[in-house]
T-cell receptor
Framework: EPEVTQTPSHQVTQMGQEVILRCVPI?????FYWYRQILGQKVEFLVS????????KSEIFDDQFSVERPDGSNFTLKIRSTKLEDSAMYFC??????????????FGSGTQLSVL | AQKITQTQPGMFVQEKEAVTLDCTYD???????LFWYKQPSSGEMIFLIY??????QNATEGRYSLNFQKARKSANLVISASQLGDSAMYFC????????????????FGPGTSLSVIP
């Protein structure tokens, strides 16, 4: 079964540094998402992306965050200047091209980000 | 405002018994979708079952069924014949959309219920 791939699985960084989390969505999917989960708790929506632009973003997704689809396959989340509270598991997800309320999200296995 | 409520932070069930995990939601959209995901200790998010707001029948997928009560805005997950491998976090989620001011581009999750299956 096709899957969403995320790299790296773990990322350790110093506070104030920039990090880029990478995702390869399922190839025929056109809707992409980033979520984060702190300490195994609630799964929080960050941003959705369609047709090379942000569709929706949450209040968490401030100016420190950006997303990009640089080459037609990768989907990246950049955090410009990391803070301690950015430490979390970051999940990438995608859904099928038809969109619609019934389209389930396919999740990657996540990147555990630790900010020291 | 909390759109998805899961009132049971933790649940225990005896192996082979059935268990119901509660989920209530809040939306003014007539068109929405409801999902349940399982997250085992390994961390991946596994899709279990989907219910559309216009679906006439409750969704079923193997041992999983969804008790959808639209008027009460509840979408409880029922797991029959629990197995040890069912021990995990379970998240209820909703995708709103279809109106002029909303889109289908956001799925929001509830706080989750931790299920432990006892041998």
């Amino acid at each position: 079964e096709p899957e969403v791939t995320q790299t790296p699985s773990h990322q350790v960084t110093q506070m104030g540094q920039e990090v880029i989390l990478r995702c390869v969505p399922i190839s025929n999917h056109l809707y992409f998402y980033w979520y984060r989960q702190i300490l195994g708790q609630k799964v929080e929506f960050l941003v959705s992306f369609y047709n090379n632009e942000i569709s929706e973003k949450s209040e968490i997704f401030d100016d420190q965050f950006s997303v990009e689809r640089p080459d037609g396959s990768n989907f990246t989340l950049k955090i410009r200047s990391t803070k301690l509270e950015d430490s979390a598991m970051y999940f990438c997800a995608s859904s099928e091209e038809t969109g619609g309320r019934g389209e389930k999200l396919f999740f990657g296995s996540g990147t555990q980000l630790s900010v020291l | 405002a909390q759109k998805i409520t899961q009132t049971q932070p933790g649940m225990f069930v005896q192996e082979k018994e059935a268990v119901t995990l509660d989920c209530t939601y809040d939306t003014s959209d007539p068109s929405y979708g409801l999902f349940w995901y399982k997250q085992p200790s390994s961390g991946e998010m596994i899709f279990l079952i989907y219910q559309g707001s216009y679906d006439q029948q409750n969704a079923t997928e193997g041992r999983y069924s969804l008790n959808f009560q639209k008027a009460r805005k509840s979408a409880n997950l029922v797991i029959s014949a629990s197995q040890l491998g069912d021990s995990a976090m379970y998240f209820c989620a909703m995708r709103e959309g279809g109106g002029m001011e909303t889109s289908y581009d956001k799925v929001i999750f509830g706080p989750g219920t931790s299920l432990s299956v006892i041998p």
